[in-house]
């Protein structure tokens, strides 16, 4: 809108958002002013969609806290997730109005990997870099480490980041990393961020030029299929994946998420709505699901939001959206939006869609005045 700064501008002055000091309102009004203007900024109508219902609920969740409806605890929760989508806006369209070529930025991912592995590695000898820095500065707590970390506190975290980066080395002078991704994988046991990884490799030959002909046979596809699907049952016998999802005990990932699923069914207001930012499932640790965490907070509406996004993403560039494809198949087993380092290389992938997305349908849009 282009009227949008001005009238928030118009505004801040009367955002009595807080009980008590007025002042404390006023702050809260500028921060949501911020998430407002960064909202319309953003290009692709979805993720507009998605940031603004975001800012509707913190808002009126605010309006809760400034009656006294809400304890603070709670609020500080959505506060605090209130800055996480301003600083994710931000970094998505500083990437989206980027003049940085696709190459160097491409270049910029794969040698972020390579140290996430150079420092995972050193930890399997108990010889962290970065602890060793940290140490001489202060205190640091340090603990034997039976997989590879990096930087990011967790296998499944470090796997993650390792198969959404995986595309960005199906390149020249970078494939030969590749090489290295196996042991990691394997060594680590995660058997979501290997289904992903599959997938998006099975999509990138897909569409590899050199077998179009070769897949236009119904069953040439037929086989890649069957072929995707016994290897990412394989994955999930030989990585014990399912008793992780379905253990005997009944204490793992399936139950939290019916805990999540039936807590909000519990009124259709809630189904279609959600709970709102800060919202907790009613158990420790996250969801690991990142669907299901927005279904809890957002509701079908803000879930719906997030599904026509994938559906209507920019297709044209294979590297990226192979990249989009892990994500969204590492989203249902992961919390990688809730990571700073993940949600970053996250938001540089969706920022350069919408970047190469636009420009594409320029230069559509200038064909036919070049004929």
């Given at each position: 809108m282009r009227y949008t700064l001005p009238i928030a501008f118009l505004l801040v002055p009367f955002g009595f958002l807080s009980p008590g000091v007025i002042h404390i309102g006023h702050h809260l009004a500028f921060f949501m002013s911020a998430?407002?203007?960064?909202?319309?900024?953003?290009?692709?109508?979805?993720?507009?969609?998605?940031?603004?219902?975001?800012?509707?609920?913190?808002?009126?969740?605010?309006?809760?806290?400034?009656?006294?409806?809400?304890?603070?605890?709670?609020?500080?929760k959505v506060v605090f997730q209130m800055f996480f989508l301003i600083a994710g806006g931000i970094i998505y369209l500083a990437v989206a109005k980027s003049k940085l070529s696709l190459e160097f930025l491409f270049n910029v991912i794969c040698i972020s990997t390579i140290l996430q592995i150079l420092i995972a590695i050193s930890q399997v000898f108990n010889a962290d870099p970065v602890v060793w820095?940290?140490?001489?500065?202060?205190?640091?707590?340090?603990?034997?480490?039976?997989?590879?970390?990096?930087?990011?506190?967790?296998?499944?975290?470090?796997?993650?980041y390792l198969v959404i980066t995986l595309p960005f080395f199906l390149r020249r002078k970078w494939w030969i990393i590749l090489l290295a991704y196996p042991y990691f994988l394997i060594r680590q046991h995660t058997s979501v961020a290997v289904v992903a990884a599959i997938i998006g490799l099975a999509y990138y030959a897909y569409q590899e030029p050199r077998f179009r002909d070769f897949f236009k046979n119904p069953w040439h596809r037929a086989g890649l299929i069957t072929t995707v699907l016994l290897a990412v049952v394989t994955c999930f016998y030989l990585y014990d994946g399912m008793s992780r999802l379905f253990p005997p005990e009944g204490d793992y990932r399936l139950n939290k998420w019916a805990m999540a699923f039936n807590q909000?069914?519990?009124?259709?207001?809630?189904?279609?709505?959600?709970?709102?930012?800060?919202?907790?499932?009613?158990?420790e640790g996250a969801l690991h699901n990142e669907y299901l965490t927005v279904f809890h907070r957002f509701g079908l509406?803000?879930?719906?939001?997030?599904?026509?996004?994938?559906?209507?993403?920019?297709?044209?560039?294979?590297?990226?959206?192979?990249?989009?494809?892990?994500?969204?198949?590492?989203?249902?087993?992961n919390l990688s939006m809730h990571l700073a380092p993940s949600i970053f290389l996250i938001l540089i992938v969706l920022g350069l869609m919408e970047r190469e997305g636009i420009a594409h349908h320029v230069r559509l849009y200038d064909l036919p005045r070049t004929l």
């Open positions: 998430l407002i203007i960064i909202s319309f900024q953003i290009k692709t109508r979805m993720a507009r969609c998605y940031m603004l219902y975001a800012g509707a609920w913190t808002l009126l969740t605010s309006v809760f806290y400034m009656t006294g409806a809400i304890p603070n605890e709670f609020y500080s820095l940290l140490s001489n500065v202060i205190k640091v707590n340090f603990e034997s480490y039976t997989g590879f970390t990096g930087t990011l506190g967790n296998i499944n975290f470090f796997s993650a909000i069914s519990s009124s259709w207001v809630t189904v279609i709505f959600g709970l709102g930012p800060g919202s907790s499932w009613g158990g509406i803000g879930l719906s939001f997030v599904l026509i996004y994938i559906a209507k993403a920019y297709r044209g560039n294979r590297i990226l959206f192979t990249s989009f494809i892990i994500i969204c198949i590492n989203a249902i087993g």
